[in-house]
């Protein structure tokens, strides 16, 4: 399926950003300002039963693949874009690499592995209530580094966010997705998805594993211009 595209900026290099579970094109707000101003355009993509995507309630980490393959191509035919996909979204980024063949790819705090086989009607209630948490209160409450901004856009995504689309993609047979090699991870260190293992894994595979010490999982809302500065193969004159 093509999926919903937040298009901002016109210049000539195209970057690609694909959020985590639960989050939407509008995760991204700030980072695509920045890259905007350094001169990129920006495709934030929202992922399948996220934002104003259509709902899957047979989605895999493959098919959503698919469809940022598909997607990109329509808005970016025949250029080699530069893409960075956090947590979910870099799970894959990593599955779409062979079919995307991006410039350049980065993934942010993003698990390798998918245990799979999980029930469903556990993981919707799961997700439901996950949903259901992630209120402009609740946000305030549990995310100080959020501004009131972040705080909305979260808040929102929430709303729009479908739980069977998410369950569907544990429900099925797992599996490995590991970046490419010369595509770039970026962790919080400590990190609850990328490990000391996972980085000694990337790293032989020649992966370029680098963290922002003290980052939340979403890297960009606690430590923004460390996450740019991190960057700057991305946050560059395009």
Known sequence: MLLNVRVDGAGARTVVLLHGMTGSA?????VAERLVAVGHRVL???LPGHGLSARDSRLTI????RSVVETVHAFAPGERVLAVGHSFGGMVLAAAHDDLRPALAVHVD???RLAGGQQRGQLVGFYEESRQQRTVERLRATRPHYSERD???EA???ERFDPATAAAVSCGPGGLWLPGPGSIVLRADPSDY???EDVRLLEARGVDVRSVPGAAHTLWYSHFDEFCAAL???FTVG
């Open 44 to 46: 934030a993509i929202d």
């Open 26 to 30: 509008e995760s991204w707000w700030r």
């Open 62 to 65: 493959d098919s959503a693949a």
């Open 156 to 158: 929102r995504a929430a």
């Open 110 to 112: 993003a698990p390798l």
């Open 232 to 234: 700057p193969e991305v």
């Open 194 to 196: 990328v490990s000391s």
């Open 151 to 153: 705080v909305a856009v």
